[in-house]
């Protein structure tokens, strides 16, 4: 008998680099979508996609790209982005992409250290690439994709296709398993970015590890949203949908994804713990003024889901009244939100309260926290849909090995773990030791089953000043569970008496807050100030201290007037808090909180 669909599909994971999974899944699937817009503005299948990527592929050749050198990439989500990154790694060249929020400076920076001389950037990128480019002075083509844009620039159209005699093969067959794919620079909480060198065998295993626990099924669709430079959307919408044949369908606007969930259905959908928070807060309001029966089908379920979380059996009336909620509304809900196809829903980047946790599980949806870093290609712990333990990042993930520390800090093992950094021995020595293992710089503990719980970084665990060691980081997370009107919090303790924080009020929930509170057309900024706003930060404050050990509890606060932006002074652009930077800026009001 021949093979099925699903079978050849899986012909690319006996690939071994990534330009040959390309070619397998185009063999296989040359009909299938494979990029697309909300629209179908541009619909893509694989023949096409590689036929289009062939044709840059010969067109950057002809310009001198070759085996080894590096391009990089300053593009939002969309198709441009997987046919640039495709065609560069079809002749053996390394892509790496640059935030869209990076300063000249930074670009200048991640620009030299990879060593790059082509740059293929959107128009809306270009004077923030033209302002870094009196520091590149080995930059000698950039490629504009809307078109050229004077005579220091190149348009997209003039190099696809420039060379219609380009014969790609020799190339992506010259590739081997040691050549770096990719370059994800790191996003810089602590000091410059760093270069992680990821080669082909690096991804063909996260590949292996990531599909051994989520079991993609044929035809798999996902939506492309996060940023391009992140390890996340790379491995997510990138590499997996490039093995498997999925279906990608790209979203230019981050903020918009919301929308995107019920256009597409995702098989898979990912995403940072602050767009479920926004969702759940959103979705609760709404559920908890529909009555008394939806109040009583949402307490059922939640109680069923921690229940069973503790190993305890579920009374038969509990599992009835949740039972009946799920077929009167909470499946019709998951079909609303559009996860109601989804075989799993993860969160990652930072922790995730554990009420947004349970209340999805709750719902039905089968949200779980995973880790990851971009020194193991985003692969590392995650929860199994059908196992999830709430609290935990799930157990190793298979091909990869974790252990502890003498001090509790996670160390992980296997060919997921990158070559080293780009042009730093030393700080690639001092992660990677002489057996192999990654030191993470995360502590965590190991429970009996293997599920891995991620403490906080090792750099920034607070010891109080009567010596007592606390996570930030779980502290903060337990207040934005209390509260949906706090946005982002900054946790102060390390070496002081008690602890405080910076809060930020969420953009989307404090002015709805202030509209029913009657405070009309005041900005974040005013807000701060306003008395029903700082009631309801405090009732917040109140309800997660009553969650934490007396010694963790937050003393005071500051409202910090506006936002924290992604990409700014005070978040990375994948909404890590820089601690340092922060303490920095508002040293102020830190002290006053101390006075």
């Given at each position: 008998m021949g093979e099925t669909t699903a079978?050849?599909?899986?012909?690319?994971?006996?690939?071994?680099?990534?330009?040959?999974?390309?070619?397998?899944?185009?063999?296989?699937?040359?009909?299938?979508?494979?990029?697309?817009?909300?629209?179908d503005e541009v619909r893509l299948t694989w023949a096409e996609l590689r036929d289009r990527v062939d044709a840059l592929a010969g067109g950057l050749a002809a310009r001198g790209v070759r085996r080894g050198d590096t391009v990089a990439l300053m593009l939002g989500n969309r198709p441009e982005f997987a046919i640039a990154d495709l065609a560069a790694m079809t002749l053996g060249a390394t892509p790496f992409s640059i935030y869209q929020t990076f300063t000249p400076a930074q670009i200048a920076y991640v620009f030299g250290d990879a060593g790059a001389r082509v740059a293929i950037v959107e128009e809306q990128f270009l004077e923030r690439f033209r302002a870094a480019r009196a520091e590149l002075p080995a930059l000698e083509l950039v490629i504009v994709v809307e078109g050229a844009r004077g005579d220091d620039t190149l348009g997209w159209a003039d190099v696809e296709g420039a060379d219609p005699e380009f014969d790609p093969e020799p190339h992506w067959r010259a590739v081997e398993p040691e050549d770096v794919a990719t370059l994800i620079y790191t996003s810089g909480t602590t000091g410059p970015?760093?270069?992680?060198q990821i080669v082909h065998r690096n991804l063909?295993?996260?590949?292996?590890?990531?599909?051994?626990?989520?079991?993609?099924?044929?035809?798999?669709?996902v939506i492309s949203w996060l940023p391009a430079?992140?390890?996340?959307?790379?491995?997510?919408?990138?590499?997996?949908?490039i093995v498997f044949g999925m279906t990608v369908t790209t979203c230019p606007n981050p903020r918009e994804i919301v929308a995107f969930l019920p256009a597409v259905k995702p098989t898979w959908f990912f995403a940072v713990p602050r767009i479920f928070e926004k969702l759940k807060a959103g979705l609760e309001g709404h559920l908890r003024?529909?009555?008394?029966?939806?109040?009583?089908?949402?307490?059922?379920?939640?109680?069923?889901?921690?229940?069973?979380?503790?190993?305890?059996?579920?009374?038969?009336?509990?599992?009835?009244?949740a039972a009946?909620?799920?077929?009167?509304?909470?499946?019709?809900?998951?079909?609303?939100?559009?996860?109601?196809?989804?075989?799993?829903?993860?969160a990652g980047a930072a922790p995730t309260p554990r009420d947004v946790l349970v209340f999805f599980n709750a719902i039905g949806v089968p949200l779980a926290e995973l880790w990851g870093m971009s020194e193991t290609c985003g692969i590392g712990a995650v929860n199994p849909p059908e196992r999830i333990k709430i609290g935990t990042v799930g157990p190793a993930?298979?091909?990869?090995?974790?252990?502890?520390?003498?001090?509790?800090?996670?160390?992980?093992?296997?060919?997921?773990?990158?070559?080293?950094?780009?042009?730093?021995?030393?700080?690639?020595?001092?992660?990677?030791?002489?057996?192999?293992?990654?030191?993470?710089?995360?502590?965590?503990?190991?429970?009996?089953d293997g599920y891995i719980a991620i403490v906080d970084r090792k750099k920034e665990i607070i010891i109080n000043a009567?010596?007592?060691?606390?996570?930030?980081?779980?502290?903060?997370?337990?207040?934005?569970?209390?509260?949906?009107?706090?946005?982002?919090?900054?946790?102060?303790?390390?070496?002081?008496?008690?602890?405080?924080?910076?809060?930020?009020?969420?953009?989307?929930?404090?002015?709805?807050?202030?509209?029913?509170?009657?405070?009309?057309?005041?900005?974040?900024?005013?807000?701060?100030?306003?008395?029903?706003?700082?009631?309801?930060?405090?009732?917040?404050?109140?309800?997660?201290?009553?969650?934490?050990?007396?010694?963790?509890q937050l003393k005071k606060f500051t409202i910090v007037p506006g936002d924290w932006a992604p990409g700014g002074e005070e978040l990375t652009p994948t909404l890590k808090l820089k601690r340092k930077p922060i303490a920095e800026r508002y040293a102020a009001e830190i002290e006053a909180m101390y006075g």
């Open positions: 079978e050849m599909t899986r012909r690319s994971l006996g690939a071994r680099t990534m330009t040959e999974a390309f070619r397998l899944t185009v063999e296989d699937n040359a009909d299938r979508v494979a990029m697309r817009t909300q629209h970015p760093k270069g992680v063909l295993a996260g590949v292996h590890a990531a599909d051994g626990i989520i079991h993609f099924p044929d035809g798999s669709r430079a992140h390890i996340a959307e790379r491995m997510a919408h990138h590499y997996l949908p003024t529909q009555g008394d029966q939806t109040v009583a089908w949402l307490d059922a379920a939640r109680r069923r889901v921690e229940l069973e979380q503790a190993g305890e059996p579920v009374p038969d009336a509990v599992a009835a009244t009946e909620g799920d077929e009167q509304l909470f499946a019709g809900l998951r079909a609303m939100l559009g996860l109601d196809e989804a075989i799993a829903v993860n993930s298979p091909g990869v090995e974790a252990a502890l520390a003498d001090d509790g800090e996670l160390l992980i093992r296997g060919d997921v773990v990158m070559a080293g950094y780009r042009n730093r021995p030393e700080q690639t020595a001092e992660a990677l030791d002489a057996d192999g293992w990654l030191h993470t710089g995360d502590i965590a503990q190991i429970d009996d009567a010596g007592k060691n606390m996570s930030p980081a779980n502290i903060e997370s337990t207040m934005k569970g209390a509260g949906p009107v706090i946005g982002h919090i900054c946790v102060i303790g390390d070496r002081r008496p008690y602890n405080t924080a910076l809060i930020v009020l969420d953009s989307d929930f404090a002015p709805a807050l202030a509209a029913r509170a009657g405070i009309e057309g005041k900005s974040l900024e005013e807000l701060a100030a306003e008395e029903a706003i700082v009631a309801a930060v405090q009732a917040a404050v109140d309800a997660g201290n009553a969650e934490l050990a007396r010694v963790e």
